[in-house]
């Protein structure tokens, strides 16, 4: 780590979460300014960003639903989605489309999930195409 680095995090400090500084700026990180009006995030750092999510949430899923990795990629597509989406927690509501995913069921999968909040209401059209994967395999 670069001395300047050092410094600057003893100086700035470290905050996982977003917070406002003591210029009331809204701020995450080692002072980064995501508000408008600052650097906020380059396209290249939320790809980063994203990807580390993605690996997070592909850990989850298959911790969480061991036959995740058994499923083709478009399907794992499907989850991941949701799973972002959604959160681990909400993905799991939809028990019955999980169990058609496990047992290979790919229509009753799609019925499930497409007979809920989230397809009707929440995002229909990400919901519907989400559920196309499904089916598509």
Known sequence: ??????????????RQYAYRCTEGV?????????????????LEESMVLLENDIERVERDLTDAY??????????????VSMAFQLGMGGLAQFKNGLASLRSGD??????????SK???????NRAEEVCQLILAG
């Open 1 to 14: 780590m670069r001395e300047v680095t050092k410094k600057l995090v003893e100086w700035e400090g470290y």
């Open 26 to 42: 809204l701020t995450i990180g080692v002072g980064r300014v995501i508000e408008q009006g600052g650097p906020g995030l380059t």
């Open 66 to 79: 061991p036959w995740f990795e058994d499923l083709s990629e478009n399907r794992r597509i499907a989850m």
């Open 106 to 115: 790919w229509q009753s999968a799609h019925d499930h999930f497409m007979d």
């Open 118 to 124: 989230w397809a009707r209401e929440q995002t229909p």
